[in-house]
Nanobody, 124 residues
């Protein structure tokens, strides 16, 4: 089992950047695929990005491709989401997630563990 703690959200102007972090405790961090999801008020939670156990493969939602980068540091038990060229429509609560099934896709149901979320607000 793994516990996830999000940090790094905040308020930023459109065009700015933020980096989110998610620290994990528990055993065998490197055996989990990791991902980021987001949820805006009144909307369903949506997939943002995911990275494989080794960090060698990643997958992004079309809406963030070219602007966001997911990475992980297995030595620090941490996954990151670097967000550049932020837009007001990126405003949401951001949640990191983990699964032990080697899955790096967009289905919420496949992700077993979730962080508590951190708010990102992008002003126009």
């Amino acid at each position: 089992q793994v516990q996830l703690v999000n940090s790094g959200g905040g308020l930023v102007q459109a065009g700015g950047s933020l980096r989110l972090s998610c620290a994990a405790s528990g055993r065998a961090f490197a055996s989990y695929a990791l991902g980021w999801f987001r949820q805006a008020p009144g909307k369903e939670r949506e997939f943002v990005a995911a990275v494989s156990r080794s960090g060698g493969s990643s997958y992004y939602a079309d809406s963030v491709t070219g602007r966001f980068t997911i990475s992980r540091d297995n030595a620090k038990n941490t996954v990151y989401l670097q967000m550049n060229s932020l837009k007001p429509e990126d405003t949401a609560g951001y949640y990191c997630a983990a699964n032990s099934a080697h899955y790096i896709g967009a289905s919420n149901l496949a992700w077993s563990y979730w962080g508590q979320g951190t708010q990102v607000t992008v002003s126009s």
